[in-house]
């Protein structure tokens, strides 16, 4: 005979499905990020693979076909990445970055690349952190009759009429954080959320689900 009550059972049922739950979240972000290493690596080596295919084909090494396809993929791999690394420092000098902002405004007057363009932009700023970069501070704007409040990011200062300094603060939209609204605040008019500008995004982005409380 069974001699749980209802209410054991109940509890019991509860137990074992949180604890599928907190095995997926532990299990599935690393079996994601197993599936992701190979994609990337294969993603960053397949622009000069066939070129390093040519290279060994030329070169007439005497190894097993395996090991020679291993050797192309790091060597491309490798080779983009430095690639990657000195494109990154030279746009950071004058004649580059006006190289960047010139390949801008032409990728712009194209109508649909332009919002291609745009949302890939996007998405890479945030994938890079280069977004969370132009937040200086996360702060909270009250929002009317004590409803609650907005989380917003302070992006830097404008002068207005009477030489009034207004803090320019960015309200994303959760969880496509591309989107929002520009406002125009007075300084006491936010409270600091002491957040950084990285745990700000992660909460956008996660709807609020990964709060400030879970590192």
Avoid: C, W
């Amino acid at each position: 005979m069974n001699s749980q009550t209802p209410i054991e059972t109940k509890i019991k049922r509860s137990k074992i499905r949180t604890n599928l739950v907190r095995g997926i979240a532990v299990l599935f972000p690393v079996y994601l990020t197993y599936l992701m290493i190979p994609f990337l690596i294969a993603f960053f080596s397949k622009p000069l693979t066939p070129a390093f295919k040519q290279i060994f084909l030329r070169l007439q090494i005497d190894a097993p076909q395996p090991v020679i396809d291993t050797i192309v993929i790091l060597s491309s791999l490798l080779v983009t990445m430095l690639l990657l690394f000195f494109t990154g420092m030279i746009a950071q000098r004058v004649i580059g970055r006006k190289t960047v902002d010139f390949l801008e405004r032409m990728l712009n007057k194209l109508p649909i690349v332009r919002t291609i363009y745009k949302a890939f932009r996007e998405i890479t700023k945030i994938m890079t952190g280069e977004s969370v970069q132009a937040y200086e501070k996360v702060v909270y704007i009250n929002l009317p009759d004590g409803m609650g409040k907005v989380l917003g990011f302070i992006t830097g200062t404008i002068k207005v009429e009477n030489n009034e300094m207004l803090h320019t603060v960015f309200v994303p939209t959760a969880p496509n954080i591309t989107s929002g609204f520009l406002l125009l605040m007075k300084p006491e008019q936010l409270r600091s959320a002491q957040i950084s500008p990285e745990e700000g995004i992660r909460l956008v982005l996660s709807a609020g689900v990964l709060t400030n409380d879970e590192k």
